[in-house]
C-alpha cells in the first residue's frame, strides 16, 4: 500500500495553495490527504480537530508571520512535522523557522512534484522517528526506574523478614501471635510484587483521573500498567 500523509497547506494566496495542490495530486509514489488554510488561525482550528502529519507554513500572512505560528502548532499538535514556505532569498527567515521547531523549508517559485515529495515525506519520517527514539527512551528510564526502586525496598523488606522471624520465637499471646502471621503474609506479598516488577520489560499506560467527558484530563493523570 502507497504511504498517506495528511498535509494543511497553511498560506493566504488562494493561488499558491490551489497550484500545491495540484502539484500533490500528480505525486504517485505517495497519497496525500490535502486541507487548506488561509491564515494562521484557520489552521490552529484545523489541528484542533483534524490528524495532520504536515504543515506547508507560508511567512508573510495576515495575523502573525508563520514564524510566529510556528511553536503555536507545535504546541496544539507536538506530532507534526512543520515546512516553511519562504520566498527567494529569505534564508534567515528559514533560519529562524528551523530554531522554532520546523523540520525543512521550501523556497517558493522552485517547487516541483521531486521536491514536494521529498521534503513532505523526509520531514514526516524524521518526526516520527524522532517520537520512537523519544519513546524508546522513555521506556529503557521507566524500566531502569523500577529495577532501582525494586532495589531499595528489597532491604528494608529483608530486615522486616528478619525482625518478624525473630519476634515470632518468643512466647506470645495468642492474639498477638495472629497479627505476627498476618504482617507475615502482607511481607511475602510484597516480595513477590517486588520480583515481579524485577522482571518487568514492557509497560504501558492508561487513564486513571477521567475528566467530566469521560476522557482523560491530562497526561499526569495516568497509571502505569504492568
Known sequence: MKAKYNILITDDDNDFRRSTVRLLWLISAVE??????ANGEEALNILNDTPVDCVLLDH?????TGVEWIETFLDAAPHIAVVMVTGQ????TAVQAMKNGAVDYLVKGTLTTEILQKTVTNAVEK???????????????MI???????HHLGQPMTTVTTFLELMKREALAPSLKNMMDECSGVVEQVD??????????????EPYLPSSDGSPSCVEDAILRI
Open 89 to 92: 532569498g529569505d534564508e534567515e
Open 32 to 37: 496525500f490527504a490535502v486541507q487548506e488554510a
Open 60 to 64: 508573510r500572512m495576515p495575523g502573525g
Open 144 to 150: 531502569e526506574s523500577l529495577g532501582t526502586v525494586c
Open 192 to 205: 513477590e510484587l517486588l520480583n515481579r516488577l524485577q522482571k518487568v520489560c514492557m509497560y504501558r499506560t
Open 127 to 141: 518526526v516520527r522517528m524522532r517520537e520512537a527514539l523519544q519513546d524508546a527512551e522513555r521506556h529503557r528510564v
